[in-house]
């Protein structure tokens, strides 16, 4: 079975940083594309960053320049640093990935930026 397993959440003061993992297990099959997605408490799940295997990323303007995505196709894993966060960046992040026809979700890990 495979699943997808977020980590790294926490509560940070405005302007600092985190760093999200998301590991891959029940597969060794690298996937297509990968990213995250967040939801905000009253708000629809939106884009944040996505990054394909081979290495094309895409960010909503809301974070670009603030975070960045990157994987490690041999482990199966997805990362996003990140900084200068402000308390809009509140929400349950989300790990996503698309292997061949099937999208995987993780449970999601909360990130909380307040003072």
């Known amino acids: 079975q495979v699943q997808l397993v977020e980590s790294g959440g926490g509560l940070v003061q405005p302007g600092g940083s985190l760093r999200l993992s998301c590991a891959v297990s029940?597969?060794?099959?690298?996937?297509?594309?990968m990213g995250w997605y967040r939801q905000a408490p009253g708000k629809q799940r939106e884009l944040v960053a996505t990054?394909?295997?081979?290495?094309?990323?895409r960010y909503a303007d809301s974070v670009k320049g603030r975070f960045t995505i990157s994987r490690d196709n041999g482990e199966n894993t997805v990362y996003l640093q990140m900084n200068s966060l402000k308390p809009e960046d509140t929400a349950v992040y989300y790990c996503?990935?698309?292997?061949?026809?099937?999208?995987?979700w993780g449970q999601g890990t909360q990130v909380t930026v307040s003072s």
């Open positions: 996503n990935g698309h292997l061949a026809l099937l999208v995987y």
């Open positions: 990054i394909t295997s081979g290495g094309s990323k």
């Open positions: 029940g597969t060794s099959y690298p996937f297509r594309a």
